[in-house]
């Protein structure tokens, strides 16, 4: 089975112009089939007598999903009696309850992220008409520091646990403290449900690999796939794409010539030490070199600008057709230069 469950790393008003600037198609008529699963729901809110029993009765009914739930969620070892891993399960749900509560005040009405994920899913039919979606949107509750949303087989999987809102009591524990800095949790809202769910179908249609290229190379890949979730979302606000503050993607867009300056006057384009490029294209709090409010994954967001340029320019291009252009082909006829 397909599976692409991911940590919550992963994934403004202020909106620049040129993330809109070409015209959005008209996907209404594209058909589009997605049920709802509260997985949750079902798990926190059975009154059973046995516990045991009523595991077997939701492996029955989903057993793909529940087997997930309980072999990689929280890790339930499939080799445990019957009765262990009901104890378990049953620990867990006694536990969690407090957060199922609050992610029912929040999601007990889940239409607007069922609407939201439909409408992603016809763009990506629309740009990708060949790509097999997911039928169903399945919701769940897992543990603090474990897995968040992502795509199965045939589900988009959401974490509800991941989506209270940043200032909720779970994300204060020292579970989460010692798993996630601060900067992370700025994520942890309902609004970026639909955006984790879709990088990770970007992310299956443009697999990430382990590379040598050099950085510029690697800014160009993860622009790709930020160009590409902006046109799966294309209502989105750019941050959310990106995971940034509001004001911190206003700052990158005034600064957008002295980040470009970091790159080419420090000769960094042509880095080939990985240990120094995830400074640049991975996850970090900040860009010391630019100062402490300067957002990490700064090369990133240069690589999502060389990739809107060359659009500009080849406004013909298919999503497709650029994933399949080479990096400096697309740096060259960029010719990026804020």
Known sequence: MKLSLILVLSSTLFICSCNNADKTPDVSGIKVNLTVERFEK??????????????????????????????????????????????????????????????????????KYEKELKQAAQFVKYYFPGYK??????????????????????AFIVGLHYHLGKDNALYKTDMVTQVY???????????????NCLTSV??????????????VDQMIEKGKRLYILSKFLPGTEEHQLIGYTKQQLKDCYINE???????????????????????????????????????????????WQIVKKYMSKNPGTTLPQLIALDDETIFQAAKYKP
């Open 181 to 195: 800095a601060d900067y992370l949790k700025e994520r942890f809202e309902p609004d970026y449900i639909t955006v």
């Open 257 to 303: 010539a002295r980040i470009w300056d970091l790159f080419v006057k420090n000769d960094l384009l042509q880095l080939n030490d990985k240990n120094r490029i995830k400074n640049y294209v991975g996850e970090s709090p900040k860009t010391p070199e630019l100062g402490d409010d300067a957002p990490g994954n700064i090369g990133s967001f240069a690589g």
């Open 133 to 154: 979606l997911p039928v169903k949107i399945i919701t769940y509750i897992g543990p603090a520091d474990g897995d968040g949303d992502g795509i199965s087989n045939e």
């Open 202 to 215: 970007v992310n299956d249609i443009y697999p990430e690999k382990e590379s040598d290229k050099p950085l």
């Open 42 to 111: 079902k798990l926190f809110d059975t009154t059973a007598t046995s516990f045991a029993g009523y595991l077997q009765q939701l492996q029955s009914i989903d057993p793909a999903f529940t087997d997930l739930f309980l072999n990689q969620v929280i890790n339930a070892d499939p080799r445990w009696p019957a009765d262990t891993t009901a104890a378990y399960v049953n620990g867990f749900v006694k536990s969690y309850r407090p957060v199922f509560n609050d992610a029912e005040k929040i999601f007990n009405d889940f239409s």
